[in-house]
């Protein structure tokens, strides 16, 4: 094995995170009788994308995502409260913990690696999703622990998130270690300012060189290849 650690990112790395949105989505706003198109999820998304750059940059954390998920997208008024409001908000929650869509790769790239080396959730996502998910798919069985930024108080990129693995899991040899994920900005930057190796999975993209990432891969099964280089 070329490495004995490896950190694994799960939305759009595992999980097919655009359909479950999509699906919580759609669902959410059936309930509560609001329209849903494509218009719309392309404004939420780009609304959303910033969200999350802000977390990453620290600038708000999980915790304000219930007040700021629809703001500006969904007319406050509607509700008979803000209490309702957030309840709305937050219903998005309960129909993505619901929404386990799996990539067909990611299933047999655990199951090969699985007992050959240590494996780690590392996300920035809402912890009580992520928990769901990953037991709703079976697949929290295969990571030794899971690293979820809400809970630890630090999130991707910061080299203190790693840090803090490193340490609670007394690992010595970065070189060691690699980390796979799907964004630039939070799992690529983040490994590198762990100090450690980065993968980036690009899926049904074209791949530009970037020299935040040691690896590109389209699939998953590349993967397994490249950490097992060497047997
Ligand atoms: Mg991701």
């Known amino acids: 094995m070329k490495f004995d650690h490896i950190f694994i990112d799960i939305d759009?790395?595992?999980?097919d995170f655009s359909k479950a949105e999509r699906a919580s989505l759609e669902n959410l706003f059936n309930k509560h009788g609001l329209p849903f198109d494509d218009e719309f999820l392309a404004k939420y998304r780009k609304h959303n994308l910033k969200l999350w750059q802000n977390i990453e940059r620290g600038i708000y954390t999980t915790a304000d995502l219930s007040e700021l998920r629809f703001d500006t997208l969904v007319d406050k008024e509607r509700f008979d409260s803000h209490e309702e409001y957030l309840r709305f908000s937050n219903g998005y929650i309960d129909e993505l913990a619901c929404c386990p869509f799996v990539f067909d790769d990611a299933k047999p790239m655990l199951d090969k690696l699985y007992g050959k080396c240590n494996m780690y959730i590392?996300?920035?996502g809402v912890t009580r999703v992520q928990y769901n998910r990953l037991k709703a798919s079976?697949?929290?069985?295969?990571?030794?622990?899971?690293f979820i930024s809400e809970e630890i108080g630090l999130q991707k990129p910061l080299k203190k998130f790693f840090e803090y693995i490193f340490r609670e899991e007394n690992i010595t040899d970065k070189s060691r270690c690699i980390i796979l994920g799907d964004s630039l900005?939070?799992?690529m930057?983040?490994?590198r300012n762990a100090g450690i190796t980065t993968c980036r999975i690009v899926r049904n993209k074209k791949i530009e060189p970037n020299s935040l990432c040691d690896y590109q891969i389209t699939g998953l099964d590349e993967f397994v290849s490249l950490v097992m280089q060497g047997e």
């Open 122 to 124: 590392v996300t920035n």
């Open 138 to 146: 079976g697949f929290d069985k295969y990571f030794k622990k899971i």
């Open 12 to 15: 759009d790395t595992l999980f």
């Open 185 to 187: 900005t939070s799992d």
């Open 189 to 191: 930057q983040g490994g």
